[in-house]
């Protein structure tokens, strides 16, 4: 059975610092590919970091490159994300992610393709 469960989250002032924690089980993380996505209520789901297995390198959205940093820990099957320099506008929900298919169907920012999903941490950046 596979489990995605995220903490790390709570209320931060801008230009603080926050690190989520996603501990996997029922997938090997270096295996598949590890994504974070964040919502807000009423909106759609968007792509925050991602690490492909295949090209071994970390891609970022144009709004947190810079000041997010995605990483694993394979021996922990935990993967991890630092948000320094937070804005208000980062705060949402968090959700770490699994795309299992990425190895053969190449890395992707479609949730859809993720198939196993965390339970969310909420992040809350005041000014």
């Known amino acids: 059975q596979v489990q995605l469960v995220e903490s790390g989250g709570g209320s ?11 501990v996997v089980s029922g997938y090997t993380i270096s295996s598949v590919c590890m994504g974070w996505f964040r919502q807000d209520p009423g909106k759609e789901r968007d792509g925050v970091a991602r690490f492909n297995i295949v090209a071994g390198r970390a891609y970022y959205s144009d709004f947190v490159k810079g000041r997010f940093t995605i990483s694993q820990d394979n021996a922990q099957n935990t993967v991890y994300l630092q948000m320094n ?8 929900m968090y959700y770490c992610a699994a795309d299992p298919l990425c190895g053969s169907m190449g890395g992707t920012w ?6 196993s999903w965390g339970q969310g941490t909420q992040v809350t950046v005041s000014s």
């Open 12 to 22: 931060v002032q801008a230009g603080g610092s926050l690190r989520l924690s996603c």
């Open 85 to 92: 320099s937070l804005k208000p506008e980062d705060t949402a």
């Open 110 to 115: 479609d949730p859809g393709r993720f198939g």
